[in-house]
């Protein structure tokens, strides 16, 4: 049954239950959302102070914009780039906390719906949602290569381009693109049989990645780490609202201690 009220702050009981719920889990896996990417300086997309309301025209990252106007594209989405990164972000104590956890055994995987890359590089195995800002994928022969000479030569007045001549699109989901078919079975799959489902630092909001939540706490055990309210948090077991920086880096140490 779901915990009788979500806790703010940190509580070692609490702690404790999401950490033997993994210890006792055949497979854990984590959700992530931009509340990881924020706590790293990398602002975020949307609410009130996001990038969609506050710098940037969603219109100009829609895929028929990038069809009709690749130049006028590349040339916003370097600013866009700069934008997000001029921070140099790094992994922060939640991104680690969670390689640590995989590492331990405690869960297999993140699915995420960031596309920084800062999980893979905290050394995470994970199943990127919409993509990963750090590479280009070619739109002619599909070949994927990183981002930054891409960028680099927007920056100087070129569209980028792959050596068989195709024009080079960021890899990541634009604006009327699905989500890739594998990655979102995979992360379906993963829902279906996880026994613990953790999301940490997502609103739950933006589907459809927002469905896996309800989809893994049918069956197994869902723990919510969000400092707002979430849609999912009447089904889950667990919700704490709390800093992911503070509280996954706590499960990961009392799972230490556990298993």
Not at 141 to 157: L, N, T
Request: negative net charge; aromatic residues 6%; glycine residues 8%.
């Amino acid at each position: 049954m779901p915990s009788a009220a979500p806790v703010t702050g940190m509580e070692d009981d609490r702690i404790g239950a999401v950490a033997a719920a993994l210890c006792e889990a055949s497979t854990g896996v984590a959700f992530t959302g931009a509340g990881l990417s924020t706590a790293s300086g990398i602002p975020s997309f949307r609410g009130e102070d996001g990038i969609w309301e506050t710098a940037f025209d969603p219109a100009d990252f829609h895929r028929t914009r990038f069809d009709r106007d690749p130049d006028g594209f590349w040339a916003d989405r370097v600013a866009l780039y700069d934008h997000m990164y001029a921070a140099d972000p790094e992994p922060n104590a939640a991104h680690e906390a969670l390689a640590d956890l995989e590492a331990a055994g405690a869960i297999e995987t993140v699915v995420t719906q960031n596309t920084d890359g800062l999980h893979e590089t905290a050394g995470s195995t994970t199943v990127e949602l919409h993509g990963n800002a750090s590479r280009v994928v070619c739109e002619r022969c599909g070949e994927r290569s990183p981002a930054d000479p891409a960028v680099e030569a927007a920056r100087d007045g070129a569209t980028p381009r792959c050596d068989c001549g195709g024009i080079y699109k960021p890899d990541v989901t634009l604006f009327g693109e699905p989500l890739p078919d594998d990655a979102f079975d995979r992360a379906q799959s993963l829902a279906y049989r996880a026994g613990v489902f953790l999301v940490a630092g997502s609103s739950v909001t933006v589907e459809p990645a927002a469905s896996l939540p309800r989809l893994a706490g049918r069956a197994g055990t869902l723990v919510v780490v969000n400092l707002e309210e979430t849609p999912v948090d009447d089904a889950a077991d667990h919700v704490l609202r709390a800093d992911v920086t503070d509280v996954l880096p706590a499960i990961r140490d009392a799972v230490r201690a556990r298993c």
